[in-house]
Structure formats: structure tokens, C-alpha cells
């Protein structure tokens, strides 16, 4: 047999001798348990009770810093939640104003569309059908961002929502009457963008007043 083929059987018997790397960690674990356990047997009973206060006092310990850091963990996802309802919040804000403004600012061009359908009324000529669509296409979207009429025509006069600019005596309405609007108001999302303008019935009674 040559010596390199020597060798090779020889590093195998050896291998083949040696424990696993498994059986040699199994093996020194038990080692380590059986040397805690001779420690442990030689302790008096005092040095037990010492032990187990010290393990108590590092467990008590343990669980005061995960709490605190639970609580501290709890409190800034509150803080984070908070602040992200604050932002959505004020992002909604801010759009809303400008909502509000351009709107407002879009309602004389309804009041102008209004009149011109008032000047074509009886007519059925295509600037009569481009007028009346293109006002009510520009209603539509205007009323789907929020915008409501209010139309007092008829109603009991209402200072929160309505704007006297005249007074009439009649006898045909109650005192205090709306019986023409010169400008239509508005409400944006329920709350007042513009007043409507109006001139308001008074009884013979009280026209000195």
C-alpha cells in the first residue's frame, strides 16, 4: 500500500473514532449541569435564600423596564395616531377654504349664466341650448363639492340667511314675507357662503314703521 493511501485510511479511522460534533456539545452540556448541580449541593441554605432574593430582585427589575418601555411604546403610538387625525384634519381644513373661496368666487358667473338663461327664456336656438347647458353642468359639479341653494322665495324672512334690500306693504302676504329675490345665497357643506338678497312684504299696519 503506498503511503498516500496510507494516509487517507488512517485520517478516516480517525474521523471514524472521533465522537460527532452533536454527541461532543450533548456531552459537555451535561457536563456543565452536573457541575451546577455539585455547586449548588455544597450551598448552605442561606446562600440559597440570597440566591433566590437576588433572582427576584432581577426579575422585578426586568419587569419594571418592560413596562416602562411597553408604556413608552404605547405612548407614542398614541402620540403618532394623534398627530396623524391632527394632520388629515387640517389637510381637510385647508382644502375645504379653498374650496370655499373658489366657489364663492365662481357665483357671479352662476348669477351672470342666470340672467343670460332669464334673456333666452322662449327660445330654442343653439345659444339658447349652449347657455342652458353649460350652467347646468357648472351646477352639477358645483353640488357635488357642496354648494346649496337657498331660494327664500315665498318664505318667512330669515336675517341669518337673507339680506332685506326692500320692503313692500301687501296685503296678500304675511308680514315679514319673502316675496322676490333679486340674488339667490348659497350654502357651502351647510354653512352660509352667501346670504340671498330679497325684498320683504310688511302689513298696512306697519308701514310707518
Not at 377654504?97 to 343653439?126: F, M, Q, Y
Not at 331660494?151 to 314675507?177: I, L, R
Request: proline share 3%; net charge negative.
Amino acid at each position: 500500500m503506498s503511503d498516500d493511501k496510507k494516509g487517507r485510511k488512517e485520517e478516516v479511522e480517525k474521523e471514524a473514532a472521533a465522537p460527532a460534533g452533536g454527541e461532543k456539545e450533548a456531552r459537555g452540556e451535561a457536563e456543565g449541569s452536573e457541575k451546577r448541580r455539585k455547586e449548588l449541593h455544597h450551598l448552605t441554605k442561606k446562600d440559597l435564600e440570597e440566591m433566590v432574593i437576588a433572582l427576584e430582585g432581577r426579575l422585578e427589575e426586568a419587569e419594571r423596564r418592560a413596562k416602562e418601555y411597553l408604556d413608552d411604546a404605547q405612548r407614542q403610538k398614541a402620540e403618532l395616531e394623534n398627530y396623524r387625525k391632527r394632520m388629515i384634519k387640517e389637510q381637510s381644513r385647508i382644502i375645504e377654504t379653498a374650496n370655499r373661496s373658489l366657489i364663492a368666487g365662481l357665483l357671479p358667473v352662476v348669477d351672470n349664466l342666470e340672467k343670460a338663461l332669464e334673456s333666452c327664456e322662449g327660445r330654442e336656438d343653439a345659444l339658447a341650448r349652449g347657455v342652458a347647458m353649460v350652467y347646468e353642468q357648472l351646477m352639477e359639479v358645483l353640488k357635488k363639492e357642496g354648494l346649496e341653494e337657498v331660494n327664500p322665495h315665498g318664505h318667512p324672512f330669515d336675517p341669518e340667511e337673507c339680506e332685506a334690500v326692500m320692503a313692500v306693504v301687501s296685503d296678500d302676504h304675511e308680514d315679514e314675507t319673502v316675496v322676490e329675490v333679486h340674488q339667490k345665497g348659497y350654502r357651502y357643506k351647510g354653512s352660509l357662503l352667501r346670504p340671498a338678497r330679497a325684498t320683504v312684504s310688511k302689513c298696512e299696519t306697519d308701514s310707518d314703521l
